[in-house]
């Protein structure tokens, strides 16, 4: 099939094309110049992006799950994205969690797809873009898309979203742990999930003290739930929609949209200009400038200086 | 103080001078180059690399702290690179931790710097090579690189490390949260800290049939700590010194060096090549080009031509 029947039936909300469009995106296809110009062509995105992010056992996957229910509830075509910094060695144990999400499996109003964060240069700055393009094409106007794990994962999941969410829940390592995940920065709304279980209060009492110190426009609702069995659903999508609010009003989702455009045409731009250093030098060359540096005969400077000296 | 004179008193073991290249580093300080060429100058890199990682709350900066402690038993000078993805907003939580490691801020054999992952290009794989370099000039023969979370800093860190350990603990969330992390393929070392706690064997036997799995010349030993204690110091340094000792038979400690240069020369080339993008275009061309995106007038890849054009 090609490209463009491809894309044809993608934005008919055909599910198979979806996912192998996505597919082809995620594994750097040589097709994918032509696939984003045909899914660009004389369409703005329009897609909301909600990024869910926390701790592994904070119970992403359900609250996932429980958001797409909330938004099918409310007539809207879901997407949802699952980063996951698994290797192809691990990928596996994922379906532990995907199995929560058959409920929506055969829902033509929903598209679910797992993407790998790894291997790729500049993780997932660089694919998910595409990703987005892709679900955007197929009528969804939410997309969820759903990341594990603190540090350089959030940034990017922050980059890419609308609005953020941060998920946490008791038991999860002592209050000082919150602090150091450095989420305070990117949420811009808290969800503190098993809110039945001990000690979430104590969560919802220390992410108070701490928001209350940020001075921000914005300040993170925080929004108890217990996932699993639906509570908090419909305070969680108020939340979503207040923020989307704030951001129309005051101008912020166009200022977020642009720098995400900014960054892509970067990330893309970097991308050429590195296998463009691949092929004017082979590995052989680069391997030599390693060796010298190992042996203390060239600094690294230098030796970038000369990979890049070819370049003119 | 010029580069030269800095460069010669980190040599020479004094802490401040350590510190201050260390923060020349991280800040991208202009004089990078030049203290690059003199930490390389005619003196090959020599020390040890160890990468600690795991989820908060795992006991990293204990099993840190009890880490220096063993090697300084075994007369080694220690460098202690704590890698947080806190953000300066958030940095101050940090000192709860750090406090444990004041048991080491008087010892002349110990230099203990944190650098923060966010805000620089690639992350990790930009400054910390070179903060690397100068806790090698200062003598340290050992490192050890603590880095908090799942994911790309995970990986990074295992791109950093001639061995790298991953920490878990009970109680940390259930069996398949291991799997999920993705952490099987970056272990050489597991250790199960807090082994003093309920679920700590279950962690260790659900390890063991994990790593049972995997088909791989060196298969990770599985060490139970319980590091405030200082329970498992001499099993860990013992599992350490065999990985080295494997990784120098197999050739591999070669590899990987020469794998990290290479990641270091072109991570230099490539943040070249950025500052001149913004050299040439100025921050308004790739505004306007990202405008055009988000007007569905032109898509990213021939946005990311147009950016490169210019470049020749």
Known sequence: MDVSDLVARAR???????????SMVENGSPLLREITA??????????????LTGSPGVGKSTSTGMLVRAFRERGRKVGVLAVD?????????LLGDRVRMQDHATDPG???RSMASRGHLGGLSWAAPQALRVLDAAGCEVILVETVGVGQAEVEIASLADTTVVLLAPGMGDGVQVAKAGILEIADVFVVNKADRDGAQAVIRELRTMTALVERVWRPPIVPTVAYRGEG??????????????????GELGRRRHARARD?????????LR???AHLHGDQRLD???????????DPYRAADELLAALG
Chains 1, 2 share one sequence.
């Open 12 to 22: 008919d909300g055909q599910p198979r094309a979806v996912a192998r469009l996505i």
């Open 38 to 51: 045909r899914l660009c062509a004389g369409r703005p995105y329009r897609a909301r992006v909600i990024g």
């Open 85 to 93: 910094p698994s290797s192809p060695f691990t990928g596996g144990a």
């Open 110 to 112: 929903v598209f679910i």
């Open 233 to 250: 659903a419909a305070e969680v999508v108020g939340a979503l929609d207040e923020h989307l609010a704030h951001l129309e009003r005051s």
């Open 264 to 272: 892509e045409i970067e990330a893309i731009a970097l991308t050429a």
């Open 275 to 277: 296998s463009r250093f």
């Open 288 to 298: 030599a400038l390693a060796t010298r540096v190992l042996d203390a005969d060239l």
